[in-house]
């Protein structure tokens, strides 16, 4: 029966490669068809988070060690959302240097940069742990915050410990984000030059993955 199996493989290699194909390309297309309201920003990679729904787009400049990046997370209008580089461990928020999103005093979105100090954290205004070359800028648009953030990498290192969350707001003030769960699972070890990363804390088991169909 095999002469007769070699027509059927030559008719299925083609409908199998086509398939793949178009995987390759729908995951290249959700990367460059994100929108970004803002400006005319377009990101040369991006990657699904792995929770909280949420998704980072970055484009890595060798030649003076930054990133320009979108963090872009869905959120209730009463709430708020943050993404930062831990310089000091991995799998930790405590450490974080981060930008939070939050409604903005005057409608649309404001953004602060803070280093959480606890798991209390003073959220307090100020300089992170590594260069922020240009200011920061966030949006709220389509139920989601975006924050769009430039960092000089810190060490020069393309590898960092990245860390987001999302939570709510009570009085109008940014509250406690939710203990369990996905809130507690939102940290990565990128290297934004390969987009290879690491999902887990230190203790945990260790999942690598590849980032290349995510490539736009
Ligand atoms: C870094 O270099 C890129 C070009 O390689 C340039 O577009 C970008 O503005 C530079 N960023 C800073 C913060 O100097
Ligand atoms: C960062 O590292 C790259 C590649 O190793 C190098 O070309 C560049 O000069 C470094 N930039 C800074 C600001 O140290
Ligand atoms: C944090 O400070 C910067 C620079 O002064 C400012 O532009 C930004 O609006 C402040 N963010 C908040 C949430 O107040």
Redesign the pocket.
């Known amino acids: 029966m095999a002469p007769r199996n070699h027509p059927v493989t030559v008719w299925l290699l083609p409908g199998a490669m086509l398939m793949l194909l178009s995987a390759a390309a729908a995951a290249a297309q959700g990367c460059a068809a994100a929108r970004f309201q803002a400006s005319a920003r377009s990101f040369q990679r991006c990657t699904a988070l792995p929770v909280l729904g949420a998704t980072l787009y970055w484009t890595y400049h060798p030649a003076n060690g930054t990133a320009d990046l979108a963090f872009r997370a869905p959120q209730g209008a009463g709430g708020w959302v943050a993404w930062g580089i831990n310089t000091d461990r991995p799998g930790s928020m405590v450490g974080s240097s981060v930008f939070v999103a939050?409604p903005g005093a005057g409608g649309g979105a404001?953004?602060?940069?803070t280093v959480l100090e606890s798991t209390s954290p003073s959220l307090t205004?100020g300089t992170l742990k590594f260069d922020v070359p240009v200011?920061p800028a966030a949006e709220y648009a389509g139920g989601a915050y975006t924050i769009y953030v430039t960092v000089a990498l810190p060490g020069n290192n393309t590898v960092q410990n990245t860390v987001w969350q999302a939570g709510p707001l009570s009085g109008g003030r940014i509250a406690a984000h939710p203990m369990s769960g996905p809130n507690l699972q939102s940290t990565m070890r990128l290297d934004f030059l390969s987009g290879g990363r690491s999902v887990g804390t230190s203790n945990s088991v260790v999942h690598r993955r590849n980032l290349r169909n995510f490539q736009g």
């Open positions: 939050s404001a953004v602060l940069m205004n200011a």
